[in-house]
């Protein structure tokens, strides 16, 4: 370092003492907000005074207490009586505007009631068995090709296990796409052929 950048710059031993004094989470902020406001007062009165401002900043920054570092928040008994009082103000809220307590009571209930028979609904179709007896029996039963993916069953193999005793019984089913006319328009239906 130059004699002209010591002069012109910060004080250097006060840096230091700054850089001891602030704790860890504020100390970049700090010190970048006083060299920004160092190099604005230098602007304006030149850098003797500037530094001079500089050391009076340090030695406040060192005989003022520097606050405790938030703990962050009390869930103790705190919290339950804040809890309370949030919930007598909107006791009253409700007490006053008896038209705005009907309107959520009744949007609260739509919901819960809508919540509760789509469920209804979706538990019977996705997770029920099926209407039938002994449904725990039924099997689907599908062909592996030379590439190991899913394929058909061909007839002669549902044949074999129609005869075969390892099933009770057997059916097998295919797809069918039939094209539905009346001689001017026609309608392309989706369809399965079962035996």
Not at 69 to 76: H, L, V
Not at 185 to 194: K, N, S, Y
Request: glycine letters at 8%; zero cysteines; proline letters at 7%.
């Amino acid at each position: 370092m130059s004699h002209d950048s010591i002069s012109t710059g910060p004080p250097w031993l006060a840096l230091r003492i700054l850089a001891w004094r602030v704790p860890e989470p504020d100390r970049e902020y700090f010190i970048g907000d006083l060299l920004e406001a160092f190099a604005e007062e230098a602007a304006r009165g030149g850098a003797p005074r500037a530094r001079r401002w500089f050391w009076r900043e340090t030695l406040h920054v060192l005989i003022t207490r520097w606050p405790a570092p938030d703990a962050g928040p009390d869930f103790s008994q705190e919290a339950s009586v804040s809890f309370f009082h949030s919930a007598r103000v909107a006791l009253r809220s409700l007490v006053r505007a008896p038209a705005l307590a009907a309107l959520m009571v009744f949007t609260l209930g739509l919901g819960i009631g809508a919540t509760t028979s789509v469920y209804s609904v979706a538990r019977a179709a996705l997770f029920g068995e099926p209407p039938y007896p002994q449904s725990e029996r039924v099997v689907l039963v599908w062909e592996r090709g030379s590439d190991g993916n899913e394929s058909n069953v061909g007839y002669f193999t549902f044949e074999d296990l129609s005869r075969d005793s390892v099933f009770e019984s057997a059916a097998a089913m295919s797809y069918w796409t039939p094209t539905l006319s009346n001689g001017t328009e026609t309608t392309r239906l989706a369809g399965q052929r079962v035996t």
